[in-house]
């Protein structure tokens, strides 16, 4: 049980593995593949956490494990102390509602035949949630900075940038307590993508939001998490802090993301330059 | 070995002005990185080159490859450089390539068309091509069709049919920004690799500063459908003189790990680029710039000093910090020149 001086588990993935079956025709790979293996990971109330990784690492699988899209082969993830994995959607009701999620690339995560009203109002009357539609519809988007008059757009007439910030509205209409992102800038423009980090950023630091972000970028994982989990073959390899966690890797792998990660490398541009590896 | 010149393009649909007074060069083996937010006319200023324009674009000025005219050309010459001595590859993969050919035949096409290869010639110059993009079996993959292969084969695809009759000039469109993330770092790789391979000259449209730091020699900014700044990239992207580049550069520089360690805003660049048509009078970027000034209201002339060019009344100068305010106001977030502004719904 959780001693009232520890800071209490929202989210908890224990020991949970994941292994994908039979391969589609066509390919001859091995039959099963393990894409995670062992895993535990725990997410407490207000707080960030990267979930950061190359690709084919994992960190997708573990998302749709967390968000009980998907069912783990082994282990189990508990929401408030109560198992969700496997469990059928109608017991979902109440994790659905406080448990959102932000897919990488809006434009095919936004229905193009609802206008953006309706698909923020969509969640709300899903889950049965009492409230005064437009009312809602004005506050969300206002949280996210979009004009009113948005509120009459396809998805199609917003920009990139625009349409994510409606995916982000759509996810906060059920007052969630967690938001898992998967990917949320990186099919954006650079300048767009730092507008969606400050909203983010102020998403967090107003609301007390509990934050999880799935990235292969970690510059934005930095921005944004106080704490990273470093996925490498299905496996946490490493997990703390981020700022120490890139301060001073302990792990390869961990290393290796670090050394990769994109750089201006002209000269004279950004402080750590004179120390960049070329 | 030839370049790729273009002087005074301009690109119009009905009599609306989109691209205006585009100059830069292209040299024998030189790689340009051709940058800006979308919206700033890179994409059409390629099509315009490539004589691909859509149906009511009109491109006007000269554009010339190894001194051959091309906006002028007729289409039967058009189809004989295309493919052959300049070639594209498109952000897309899934859409420019034909769903229901072969990958092998697509790949073979321009080999066909300007080598005249058949048979066993072309089946081992296309198996040689998509082994030199890294595809694992070459021999089978040349028998799959487009929906069979990821994301990222696509490209690599795309980028063997590009390169198949040694271009001079290979332009590429954001070939990467389609792609899942993990996988962009490695088709850069190859492209930088295919490139000096055959010593071609590369322009690389990108949002990406990192991607042109690391493989472009020069530099050049576009807003509004003009050219703002060019040079060379260590010069542009080092010391930035046009204001747009400055905010581009302070942007992407906060994006990557040489940007703040703690958790806060990020530097933006101010409003948002306007729908087509809608920019402002004078200099494109006034309404968004800090240093505007009254006489920015005219277009600024080209101001020249050796290779770099800049367009601008006020340019950022070498003695202020304005244009890497990310390495100045670095232990606090709050000195970020932050803007909360959200974009406009068009």
Not at chain 1, 112 to 131: G, N, T, W
Not at chain 2, 186 to 196: A, M
Request: with cysteine; net charge neutral.
């Amino acid at each position: 049980m959780t001693g009232a001086d520890e800071e209490p588990s929202l989210l908890a993935a224990r020991d949970v593995s994941k292994t994908y079956g039979e391969s589609w025709r066509g390919r001859s790979q091995s039959r099963e593949r393990q894409a995670l293996a062992g895993v535990d990971l725990t997410v407490t109330r207000g707080e960030t956490l990267g979930i950061v990784g190359e690709s084919g690492a994992g960190k997708s699988t573990l998302a749709r494990l967390l968000l009980a899209l998907d069912v783990p082969t082994r282990g189990s993830v508990r929401y408030r102390g109560r198992i969700v994995s496997g469990r059928p959607e109608r017991e979902l009701r109440d994790f659905r509602r406080h448990v959102q999620i932000v897919f990488q690339d809006p434009s095919s995560s936004l229905d193009p035949r609802m206008k953006v009203h309706d698909l923020l109002a969509e969640p709300l009357r899903a889950l049965a949630i009492e409230v005064d539609e437009g009312e809602a519809v004005r506050r969300l988007l206002d949280r996210v900075e979009l004009p009113e008059s948005a509120a009459n757009r396809y998805a199609h007439q917003l920009s990139g940038g625009q349409r994510q910030r409606v995916a982000i509205a759509r996810s906060l209409g059920p007052s969630p307590e967690v938001l898992v992102a998967d990917e949320p800038v990186s099919a954006l423009d650079v300048s767009v993508r730092a507008q969606i980090v400050n909203l983010l950023t102020d998403l967090v630091l107003d609301t007390g939001l509990t934050l999880v972000i799935v990235s292969h970028d970690l510059a934005v994982v930095r921005h944004l998490c106080r704490r990273v989990a470093v996925l490498y073959r299905g496996a946490v390899v490493e997990a703390g802090e981020t700022e120490e966690i890139f301060a001073a890797p302990r792990h390869d792998h961990t290393r290796e993301l670090l050394a990769a990660a994109p750089r201006i490398r002209a000269r004279g541009v950004g402080p750590a330059s004179e120390t960049v590896v070329g | 070995m030839t370049g790729l010149s273009v002087r005074d393009l301009e690109v119009s649909y009905h009599g609306l002005p989109l691209v205006t007074g585009v100059s830069f060069d292209v040299r024998a083996g030189e790689r340009v990185g051709l940058i800006g937010e979308s919206g700033s006319g890179k994409s059409l200023t390629a099509l315009a080159i490539m004589g691909l324009l859509g149906v009511g674009l009109v491109a006007h000025g000269r554009v010339t490859l190894g001194g051959e005219e091309l906006l002028a050309a007729p289409d039967r010459r058009l189809c004989e450089l295309r493919g052959d001595r300049i070639s594209m590859i498109f952000q897309e993969p899934a859409t420019a390539l034909n769903p229901t050919r072969r990958i092998g035949a697509q790949v073979g096409e321009a080999l066909r068309a300007h080598r005249g290869l058949r048979r066993r010639d072309l089946r081992r110059a296309v198996v040689d091509l998509l082994g030199r993009v890294e595809l694992p079996e070459p021999e089978r993959y040349a028998r799959l069709y487009p929906h069979e292969l990821s994301g990222g084969q696509r490209q690599r695809v795309m980028m063997a049919m590009a390169i198949s009759c040694r271009p001079d000039v290979l332009l590429a469109d954001e070939p990467t920004t389609a792609l899942d993330a993990t996988v962009q770092a490695k088709v850069i790789n190859l492209l930088d690799r295919l490139v000096d391979e055959q010593g071609c000259a590369l322009l690389l449209i990108t949002h990406d500063l990192a991607v042109v730091s690391q493989t472009c020699d020069r530099v050049v900014t576009m807003y509004g459908g003009r050219v703002v700044e060019s040079g060379p990239s260590a010069d542009v992207l080092g010391a930035p003189r046009h204001p747009y580049t400055a905010a581009l550069v302070a942007t992407a520089v906060a994006a990557t790990l040489d940007g703040p360690a703690r958790i806060g805003h990020l530097p933006t660049i101010p409003g948002s680029v306007p729908a087509e048509g809608r920019f402002p009078s004078g200099c494109p970027f006034r309404d968004r710039c800090g240093r505007a000034i009254p006489s920015c209201t005219v277009m600024p002339a080209d101001r020249r000093d050796g290779e770099r060019v800049v367009a601008c009344w006020n340019p950022v100068a070498d003695d202020t910090d304005a244009a890497l305010g990310v390495r100045e106001s670095q232990p606090e977030p709050s000195a970020y020149p932050v803007s909360a502004q959200p974009e406009d719904p068009r």
